[in-house]
């Protein structure tokens, strides 16, 4: 169900609360259930202004339960371990937030970040297109493991020029990062602590194209840290962009500094930056 506005807090609350009674859930339990989706619903509605919660029953050898899936494509949470302390709000709220959530629930996770670079193959409406298309399943796909999301796009983007690629799937938690590149969208990881490894990470790409070939497909993980810098930049960069990296540059000014001085000839670029925060040490 969408989740957009107040009313849906309360529709969502209900239809948790009503699932729950339909499986044989005791009063006091589907309450409980009902305030933790309540606490979800606030949360995409506080923070990302949209979203959606799935609720689907299952079942296994002796035990019934709800899945309680909650997704938006908001501006993320920049420190998820400080989220899931008791008491942390950063709007002011008394509500139980996501402590409180865990608390409610048997089982609680959740997903990372998926970051990505999508570029169109040619030039025109075509390739934009092509692009939107690759964009829209990702978004769609969040928390899946990104071979399949990649696999996924292949198939649906067969009747289109097809696309390159690169992504990134960020487990804070985890404090772990895997990576897959089809194509020419160059990727790189800026250690932001060279003790450990060394300053610059290459992405490993795959020749290919999404939606008309692609290699056998295999991702590389890596363990990242706090204050690490992920970089995409599309082949309209020159690839020795690299050099003039600094780990300590505010991202949004290292993406405009390489547009503006690693244009490779008139071909359209694209630059991502993104400092890594809210890994778990």
Request: proline share 4%.
């Amino acid at each position: 169900m969408a989740i957009n506005s107040d009313q849906d807090i309360v529709l969502a609350r209900q239809k948790g609360r009503a699932m729950a009674a339909e499986l044989g859930f005791l009063s006091g339990d589907a309450t409980l259930i009902a305030t933790a989706i309540s606490e979800l619903a606030r949360n995409i509605v506080t923070y990302a202004g949209k979203g959606h919660i799935t609720l689907k029953g299952i079942q296994n050898s002796s035990h019934l339960g709800i899945l309680v899936v909650a997704s938006d494509h908001g501006p993320g949470i920049p420190d998820i371990p400080q989220a899931l302390r008791d008491g942390f709000s950063t709007s002011g709220s008394l509500g139980l937030g996501l402590p409180g959530v865990r608390r409610l629930m048997d089982e609680f996770e959740m997903d990372g970040v998926l970051i990505a670079a999508v570029d169109g193959i040619g030039h025109g409406e075509e390739a934009a297109n092509a692009a939107k298309k690759a964009i829209s399943i990702l978004r769609n796909g969040v928390g899946e493991p990104i071979i399949s999301l990649v696999e996924r796009c292949h198939e649906k983007l067969r009747p289109t020029r097809g696309v390159v690629l690169s992504l990134a799937s960020i487990d804070a938690a985890q404090g772990m990062m895997t990576w897959l590149g089809v194509g020419n969208v160059q990727g790189l990881l800026m250690r932001a602590n060279t003790k450990n490894g060394n300053a610059q990470e290459p992405l490993l790409l795959r020749a290919g194209v999404v939606g008309s070939r692609v290699p056998p497909l295999q991702a590389a993980v890596l363990p990242i840290q706090k204050g690490d810098t992920l970089i995409f930049a599309t082949d309209g960069i020159r690839s020795d962009f690299t050099e003039t990296l600094n780990s300590l540059e505010n991202p949004q000014r290292a993406a405009d500094r390489i547009l503006q001085n690693c244009l490779s000839g008139s071909d359209d670029a694209l630059v991502l930056v993104s400092r890594l925060t809210g890994i778990r040490p």
